[in-house]
């Protein structure tokens, strides 16, 4: 399954209420897009004080982080959402 944020999207909505795990760590907060089956996110990086900063180009910078990916939906996600995720899982 892929989630991406930043789409216009149902995969926004659904990334607004999912939790991404990579190798078991929990990266939701850094994590802008992912992709279940091929194994990777794209995370917003974050500095020695665990703040985000830019690159020089004036954007956030990132970086493609690879692994086991695990998406799940959050346990406050609405009903119609959880319909949304099972009908995803399966197209």
């Known amino acids: ?3 991406n944020i930043r789409s216009k999207s149902r995969s926004a909505l659904l990334a607004k209420y999912s939790v991404c795990l990579i190798d078991d760590i929990d990266v939701t907060n850094d994590c802008y897009a ?3 089956t ?4 794209l995370c917003y990086k974050r500095d020695d004080k665990g ?3 830019l690159e020089d180009n ?3 910078a990132r970086e493609l982080r690879q692994g086991k990916v695990d998406l799940s939906l959050r346990k ?7 319909r ?8």
């Not at 091929?38 to 996110?41: I, W």
């Not at 949304?84 to 197209?91: F, G, N, R, S």
Request: no cysteine; aromatic share 20%.
């Open 84 to 91: 949304l995720w099972k009908e995803m899982q399966y197209a």
């Open 58 to 60: 004036g954007r956030v």
């Open 1 to 3: 399954m892929r989630v």
């Open 76 to 82: 406050d996600a609405p009903e119609f959402v959880r």
């Open 38 to 41: 091929k194994g990777f996110a």
């Open 51 to 53: 703040h985000f900063y």
């Open 34 to 36: 992912a992709d279940s």
